[in-house]
């Protein structure tokens, strides 16, 4: 697959505040890359530096094998970008505004408006192309917010929150139009929605107080969901290290003397064991319950290992 992006070695200082540190990862062609990290983790000054908003205070970007820094205007060329904000004019119609995205785009007359025709039926504008972008619902607009962003057929697709204030059923559609541009593209999809990673990406990286702290593909992750929680309750306190010393258990969690939560190995499940050690020590079972582990479970214990 053709490479699209090569991020290395990044840095972005504020004065004194490092606010992104040695951050590298690429993206091809085909592959759609969810970009998480909680609020300030550097995710958006990251995405900045890769859409020529910011220069890096260190290190290099290059899209489509064109240096960032050295050649800014063709590099960007490449890019199609929407903010979380889509950059709209309401006083536009939809035909209005592409054309006039169109023109700062470069494209030529002859090209412009089946550019126009093919970004409006990509993105499902066909049936609103006349009207007001002012009296669009939020989901149009967000549509058409992608739309500039695809029109000039760019190789990578930077989107910035692009379901937020979305109801389901827009949201749904905009997660497959992000399977779909993935498909001939390289996207990349900031998003702090756990689940639209796992719908509509194929990697997934996420970054923490400015560092990235996971790049792994979808599949990939399957090494991290190979764990699972016990919830366990006895009547009787039990003792934890026996329990602990069982084989496939990671570790144990009390919440009480008597309610704890036994950290596993899928691939070793020690519910029977667990059970036969409990019952033969006389503590009296009460509950044995799996806790299923979604991403968000793999977000939270990967951000809080990385706290000071």
């Known amino acids: 697959m053709t490479l699209l992006i090569e991020a290395e070695h990044l840095y972005r200082y504020y ?86 995205c169109g023109q700062l785009h470069g494209l030529s007359k002859t090209a412009l408006l089946p550019a126009i025709s093919q970004a409006q039926e990509r993105c499902g504008l066909l049936e609103v192309k006349r009207r007001l972008i002012g009296q669009l619902s939020k989901g149009f607009q967000q549509r058409l917010g992608i739309a500039q962003a695809i029109l000039h057929n760019p190789d990578v697709i930077i989107l910035d929150e692009p379901t ?79 329990l602990a010393a069982i084989p496939g258990v990671l570790r144990i969690e009390a919440l009480t003397a008597t309610h704890l939560h036994i950290h596993y190995r899928l691939s070793a499940n020690p519910s029977q064991a667990l059970t036969a050690a409990i019952i033969a020590a006389g503590w009296e079972l009460q509950e044995l319950t799996p806790l299923k582990k979604s991403m968000e479970d793999i977000f939270i214990s990967l951000t809080e290992d990385k706290r000071p």
Do not use: W
């Open 15 to 100: 004065g004194k505040q490092c606010a992104v540190k040695d951050v590298s990862f690429t993206l091809k062609r085909g592959e759609v890359l969810g970009f998480l990290g909680p609020n300030g983790a550097g995710k958006t000054t990251t995405m900045q530096m890769l859409c020529g908003l910011l220069t890096p205070s260190s290190g290099s970007i290059k899209i489509n094998g064109v240096d960032l820094s050295a050649n800014a205007k063709t590099a960007k060329q490449s890019l199609g970008y929407l903010p979380d904000t889509p950059p709209l004019y309401k006083d536009l119609t939809v035909q209005e505004y592409l054309h006039y």
């Open 164 to 242: 937020v204030g979305l109801d389901p059923l827009q949201i749904r559609e905009i997660r497959a139009l992000i399977r779909e541009l993935g498909q001939s593209h390289g996207v990349i999809l900031s998003t702090h929605i756990l689940s639209e990673v796992q719908d509509s990406c194929t990697h997934v990286q996420i970054i923490h107080q400015g560092q990235l702290i996971l790049h792994e593909s979808i599949a990939g992750l399957a090494q991290f969901m190979d764990t699972g929680i016990l919830q366990v309750a006895t009547r009787l306190a039990p003792d934890t290290d026996s």
